[in-house]
């Protein structure tokens, strides 16, 4: 059953950190190969089949975001970055790249393994989701042909903005997207980075769709970087 799962490539400097990746992934079956610097790791992206990267930012030679942006010229398969926690702006930037997810040093094996299976069911389910017209999360149910929100089979009314926000979120639910990422769709690329307009179009979506808005169940925050709708 095991050479039925991803091959998944490690770009990761840091031997330790190398070693633990390429342990939880194997226990759970997955194949894997190792690169050590962004040239290496280019190398097997242009010759071998890969179906998945989880790529450190700080490497030796290349930076991790290069490496990221030269594989999106030709490829979409999912790319999860493992960056340290004051890189706030580089995940977002490696998000607005391309980059399907993120993953804070240190983090568990639990939660590489986790972040590991939403990335592979969205490579899965992507061209689905393209077609689908309905999308639900829990009680939440967002119609996008008739341009509809249920909430526990309640229809809720939303603003142009808000209904574009929510389903921009939905669209991409279990994947971060960043506050540049939300602003150019709302409000156009020339819009720069205020963010106070979107706090506060957030805080009312927040108040229809959430019961408890300070401790929401659908839209999380993700500090520094954006906003994530919830999967499950
Ligand atoms: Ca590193």
Redesign the pocket.
Known sequence: MSNLKETILIV???LQIRNFIVYSLKNEGYNTKIATTGTQAMNILVTETVDMVIL?L??PDIDGLDVLQRLREWSEIPVIIVSARDQDKEKAFALDMGADDYLTKPFSSTELLARIRVAIRHMNRRENLKKQSVMQVKGLKIDLEKRLVYLDDQEVHMTPMEYTLLSLLMKNRGKVVTTAAIIKELWGPGYGQDTQALRTLMAGLRRKVEKTPAKPQYIMTEIGVGYRMTED
């Open positions: 990761e400097d840091d450190d700080g490497l």
